[in-house]
Structure formats: C-alpha cells, structure tokens
C-alpha cells in the first residue's frame, strides 16, 4: 500500500483553526479517494470527509459540515483538511487514508486500507 503522512496536528483554543495535511509515498495516493477520520480516546473511529481526486467530489460527516473543508493541492500533491471552528469535542488522532474507487465511487474513509500514522488534535 501506498505510505501516508500526516502534519499539522497541534493544540488550539475552542473557535480556532488548524490546517492538517497529508502526503504520500509515489504519487496519487496509489488510487483514487483520499479521506480523513479520527479517533479519540474511548471512543469509535469517525470518518470526517472523504475527496475523489479524480472529479474533486466530496464527502463530510454531518459533525464536520460547514466547518472542515477537504481539498487537493495538486503542484504539492498533498491533501488538506481545513478545520475552522473547533470546538473541545474535535479532540483526537486524525488520520489520513487512501483507496481505490469501487464501482465508480469511493467507499466509507474507514475500509480504506492506506492509513498513515495520525496527528493529534487538541482543542481546549
């Protein structure tokens, strides 16, 4: 698989921002989505916001809509995740994952099978 990596993590005051990005071994990610989830202590790992490089279409959790905002640089070849609005419950390990589409779209940001090591995200 495709080798991810994360920046951006770091501690922040409720209503700020933190930009987080994701880079990869080769390029294209090795397929076609690239997502971002997250998983805080004790709790279930969350899908946040998936992008389908090949038609720039997205995907955002009802708990990140409005506020996080996924997109490509394409002369970088990274992927962000813009978080605006933080609030104490964004607290967490934020990761980003890769896959292939699957009959023509891209499946839910948990079964990707790329995953990169996580930042953490504080908010407080």
């Known amino acids: 698989h495709v080798q991810l990596v994360e920046s951006g993590g770091g501690s922040v005051q409720a209503g700020g921002s933190l930009r987080l990005s994701c880079g990869a071994s080769?390029?294209?990610?090795?397929?076609?989505?690239v997502g971002w989830l997250r998983q805080a202590p004790g709790k279930d790992r969350e899908g946040l916001a998936v992008?389908?490089?090949?038609?720039?279409?997205?995907f955002y959790a009802d708990s990140v809509k409005g506020r996080f905002t996924i997109y490509r640089d394409t002369a970088k070849d990274l992927v962000y995740l813009q978080m605006n609005g933080l609030k104490p419950e964004d607290t967490a390990m934020y990761y980003c994952?890769?896959?292939?589409?699957?009959?023509?779209?891209?499946?839910?940001?948990?079964?990707?099978?790329?995953r990169g090591q996580g930042t953490q995200v504080t908010v407080s």
């Open positions: 080769g390029s294209i990610y090795g397929g076609a989505c």
């Open positions: 994952a890769a896959d292939q589409l699957y009959g023509g779209s891209c499946r839910d940001v948990l079964d990707f099978p790329a």
């Open positions: 992008l389908w490089l090949g038609g720039a279409q997205t």
